[in-house]
């Protein structure tokens, strides 16, 4: 699929911010005062940022309101939902420490836990679509939440969570990599099933059903060459775990450190989440012979 600049931005950068939060509401970390107000306010707009920018890439933007409606059956609005009780909730707690209140952490607790479950909930929009394979199986949640862990642990300045969070991404990323590697040939759709006439012989493309590109091939069908999938991937790897898990082992602890560690685990969740686009197939492109 087209790896949009904007989807890109929504996922990595709302599953940073709302790891941070998770670890400030359960009190990893609890700084006071100003620094509170710089800590809370990088959590904030990391996820808040993420989750605006995720409307650009809607065709009507000033209609995302109506992305809360449909709570029942959609993931996109449950992700709504999630979010916006998320960030309510861990409020006070913001709020009490940024001013010294003393107020108990019990929402902010709760809130950490649905920070894992509002990014739960944004894995889901893609990892229930079938028509994707994949995207469609376990990995996915996996791959997400362990990016949350991670970029939290580093932007909070938490050695162990960083290091477990490094290698439950390795192992999600090396899941993720290997299972929707066989994915579509698994799913064992061919171009006669998509046109319904693998009943009567093996179908091949004569022309092309359109003159020009419509939204499904310019949304659904992105061909990328493999030797960017090659040098892509290391940079996967290496960037958004191995090396931050190398940095914090062996540099002294200190703000630099995790900072350094943070931007280059950035990078390499943005190498990740475009591979993750790029790679992904919709069914719809067998209709069209683009496989």
Known sequence: MKPAPSVILFTVLSGMGFGLLAFLGAGFVQPVGWLAFFHWGLGYGLAVGGLAASTFHLGNPQRALKA???????WLSREAWASVLTLVLLAPVALSDWLGLGWPRVTGLIGAVACFGTVFTTSM????IAAVPRWNNWTVPAMFVSFELTG????SGQVLPALIGCSALILAL???KTKG???FAKRGQTLGKATG???????????????SPNYLMREMI?????KHIARL???AFGAAAILPAVLVVLLPYHLLTFALAALIHLMGAAASRWLFFAQAEHVVGLYYGQR
């Open 125 to 128: 929009i893609y990892a229930q």
């Open 152 to 155: 939290g642990a580093l932007l």
């Open 197 to 211: 006439l693998d009943q009567v012989g093996s179908a091949t493309v004569f022309e092309q059903p359109h003159t």
């Open 222 to 226: 992105y061909v990328v060459a493999r």
């Open 68 to 74: 809360f409606t449909q709570w029942q059956t959609s």
């Open 233 to 235: 991937w290391p940079i």
């Open 181 to 183: 590697d066989v994915a």
């Open 174 to 176: 090396y899941a993720h």
